[in-house]
């Protein structure tokens, strides 16, 4: 395992126990929150595999677009900083936001600790912490 992967072990960890705290501090709804937004990325793999471990590529932007950092995080941010209404879940204004990016980052968080980094084109796995090498420059460079 490389640094990369352990340093996203270290932020699953956090933030997988920060999702459970929170869980039980405010409980059944927070809970529900955290287990759809943790669940929700994986959705757009249904009916992505063209083949064994790889997505077709029409499927592959989806994938990476609900598997990218970045947009937990500014729901997360968002949910700090602008003064957004509460949906009368019985939870403060605005913690449905920073529970539902707090459990998509963690979600990401471990795909990213056992190896499932962002979709190549062709829909094959990025490594995480490794260069990536298309499957055709592999092969030319065993020949």
């Known amino acids: 395992m490389n640094l990369i992967r352990i340093s996203w072990g270290v932020l699953a960890l956090v933030l997988v126990g920060f999702a459970v705290f929170e869980g039980a501090k405010y409980g059944g709804v927070a809970i529900a ?34 598997h990218a ?24 204004p605005g913690l449905e936001v920073f529970l539902a990016g707090l459990a998509w980052l963690a979600h990401i968080a471990v795909d ?14 990025r490594p995480v912490g490794r260069p990536y090498v298309p499957a055709g420059a592999a092969r030319e460079q065993d020949a």
């Open 69 to 92: 950092w970045w947009l937990p995080v500014a729901l997360i941010g968002a949910s700090l900083v602008v003064p957004i209404p509460g949906f009368g879940w019985g939870l403060r």
């Open 33 to 66: 929150v955290l287990v759809v937004f943790a669940i929700l990325p994986d959705l757009s793999l249904i009916g992505a595999f063209a083949e064994r471990g790889r997505l077709r590529p029409d499927r592959v932007r989806l994938y990476n677009v609900a």
């Open 112 to 125: 990213r600790v056992v190896g499932y980094g962002l979709r190549a084109p062709d829909g094959s796995i």
